[in-house]
């Protein structure tokens, strides 16, 4: 074959930057470009569950997809992630991108963002918004059932063995029966640890005792409270 054709027919091939043109899985190019038509429509939730389905292929992916994921995932308030997307896509391109000015911008409002919520009493590290703990009331505290008993409330008497009566035997080797004192015959004693209540006390499983747990709202950073009193006045 001629070289002069062959070189033609390989500069077809390139992009203007003398790249090769990177032939995309069919489901990576639909979901992706599903994605940028949702994003650049403002559809954000749709442009989300796109980009998703791309990266679930687990098939080679744009460049881009990095850059458009962070932007639709900071309008989301999803905040951690975006950073790890931007850092992403700034490292894969070396700052020579498409959207290296734009992926620039967007690390200066994630920055923004972060310390709002780190200024936040509000919101937790996520900057979601933290409510009160539905389960202990916002006590830090719950009861459960007595890990020691099982929440039988007794226990077996640790001097008969849970048998009523201590034997005894004579220096005649005669066997002597009487009544335990320890559970007087019952077998059993109050549970040491609940005292026979059944249950105990312990810190909540849910809130680990800070009484307030994490929404799924993004938090505005304001109290509820002060905003609620002030819409009052106004009526």
């Known amino acids: 074959m001629n070289k002069l054709l062959v070189v033609s027919l390989l500069l077809i091939y390139t992009t203007s930057f003398g790249q090769q043109i990177m032939v995309y899985d069919p489901d990576v190019t639909r979901y992706y470009e599903g994605g940028v038509a949702s994003f650049e429509d403002g559809q954000y939730v749709e442009a989300n569950k796109s980009f998703r389905r791309a990266l679930s292929t687990n098939k080679v992916l744009p460049t881009n997809l990095s850059y458009y994921f962070a932007e639709t995932l900071y309008h989301l308030g999803q905040f951690q992630n975006s950073k790890n997307f931007v850092d992403k896509y700034l490292n894969l391109t070396g700052y020579g991108g498409d959207f290296n000015e734009e992926a620039t911008n967007l690390q200066e409002l994630l920055v923004l963002e972060f310390d709002a919520i780190k200024n936040c009493s509000f919101c937790n590290n996520f900057g979601y918004r933290l409510n009160p703990c539905d389960q202990c009331e916002a006590s830090g505290i719950e009861l459960a059932a007595c890990h020691q008993c099982n929440g039988l409330g007794n226990t077996i008497c640790p001097k008969c063995m849970g048998k009523g009566v201590v034997i005894t035997v004579d220096s005649f080797n005669q066997s002597h029966y009487e009544e335990c004192d320890r559970c007087s015959g019952e077998g059993h004693v109050y549970c040491e640890l609940c005292g026979g209540d059944k ?13 307030v747990k994490a929404s799924t709202v993004i938090c505005n950073h304001e109290d509820h409270q002060e905003t609620e009193l002030i819409q009052k006045k106004k009526i």
């Open 199 to 211: 249950v105990v006390t312990r810190i909540c499983l849910i809130c680990f005792g800070t009484k």
